[in-house]
């Protein structure tokens, strides 16, 4: 920063109180001239090099040190969208930097360059409405956020996950649903671009270092006080997250569905709608709804019963889909892809002859890449071609796809949708087939 600057650049309480000017205003209003030559569109990091340029007044750049050196402070712009009439919450992850495959093998946690980066983050974000001019954007929060220890705890476990993949030659297997807060996002101007990883000669796509949606949306409702789920002192054992998890559970492991509701004195009996949700609470201690680590990681917590012969007794269904939006997506950013790249916490209940169910074991699951990208995209164009053909009662069965399958999920026959072809169908998801999610969970028990 060669040219003065309205703030003092070695002092992060300047930095934030000019930053802390913007909140209420949109670009144009706190700006005295845009240049019209700023393009928007076509670039989604358009918004922050407006900022960084414009108001924070240095080039944008892509240096391995913060945006901010002097005081260590790296900005991201990043946009909200609106859930409901007026609860804001993130619209995307935010992108911390480029996996280099080749160089981030040599790099250890505490020295990485990820951490000298990104351990302080200037968050500005603004209101991305589709009807706006982006210089039109509100601007609703700006905030200093350092990695609380719990979280930054997490956030090393993750990337360890990423780089030993990567160590492994197997860059090309990374998954966003491999991790709980930061995950390893494709970043690619194609879906065709790869890149040479350093241990294998199969290219893998281009990755990013980014914190899930999930993750930011607890940063915008910090406010919420999310309750932790795990001590500090369970981290200092040395376990990750996923074993403490494991060690809740374990104790109870062999156990029958009523025996554990005797000893954890649950009032409700087994047939009860709530009834292993309840159990599931009562074992971890608390609602898995709650725990600060589940929302942020974006964990879907699902009880299942196995019966005898290994078949699965309850189905897994994401939520029901618009038809007339569904068609509008691509594969890369449609809500299939991101459901089928969720991290999935299984609690697996064994069935016998009379159908007692016993706690078998706990799994943390994540459907391997190649299933996503071959079987998952095969059932999301399908589906799109049959809406697009008007045949959105003809979608495809679990017999037609090895991972995924469309099905009713409405109340009844009468809870219909428009199709984009002018008719009504059936409203209706995407379900993962019984079949390949009990071979998951009988082949890849990890407690």
Known sequence: MSQPVPYDPASRESILAYAEKLVGHSLREIL?????????????????????????????????????????????????????????????????????????????????????????????????????????????????????????????????????????????????????????????????????????????????????????NSVIEDSLKLQSAVRPEEYRSGKTFEQIVHDRFRPYIGMTADEIAARLNVGIKRGAKNFYAVLTQRIFGIDPSHSAEFIKADVIVRTVRLRPSGALKEAVSFSAFDYEDLVQQDWEGSDLRNDLTRRFFFVVYEMDKQEIPTLAHTQFWT???????????????????????????????????????????????????????????????????????????????DS
């Not at 360059?113 to 009807?131: G, I, R, T």
């Not at 109340?411 to 019984?434: E, H, Y």
């Open 32 to 216: 005295d001239e845009l240049p019209p030559e700023i393009d928007f569109t076509g670039n989604k990091g358009g918004y922050g090099a407006a900022l960084e340029r414009h108001y924070f007044c240095y080039e944008p750049n892509n240096r391995p040190e913060p945006d901010f050196a002097e005081a260590g402070v790296e900005l991201k712009a990043t946009p909200l969208k609106r859930s409901g009439k007026k609860k804001l919450v993130a619209k995307e992850r935010l992108v911390l930097g480029m996996i280099d495959y080749m160089a981030v093998v040599s790099e250890e946690w505490e020295k990485s360059s990820f951490l000298s980066k990104n351990s302080h983050l200037l968050l500005v974000f603004y209101l991305h409405e589709a009807d706006k001019d982006p210089r039109d954007f509100c601007i609703k929060i700006v905030r200093l956020w350092d990695f609380p220890e719990e979280d930054l705890e997490i956030i090393s476990q993750d990337w360890g996950k990423i780089v030993g993949k990567v160590k492994a030659g197997r860059a090309h297997e990374l998954s966003e649903g491999d991790t709980l807060y930061l995950a390893a996002c494709t970043k690619a101007a194609t879906s065709a671009a790869r890149r040479k990883q350093p241990f294998s000669g199969v290219s893998a796509k281009p990755r990013a270092l980014s914190l899930k949606a999930s993750y930011m």
């Open 367 to 445: 459907m391997p890449t190649s299933d996503v990208d071959l079987h998952g995209r095969e059932c999301f164009e399908r589906t799109v071609e049959l809406i697009m053909e008007g045949k959105a009662d003809y979608l495809p069965k679990s017999s037609d796809n090895k991972v995924c399958h469309v099905r009713p999920h409405g109340r009844n026959s009468a809870d219909t949708l428009p199709t984009p072809t002018g008719g009504r169908a059936v409203r209706k998801s995407f379900w993962l087939n019984q079949k390949y999610l009990a071979k998951q969970l009988t082949d890849g028990a």
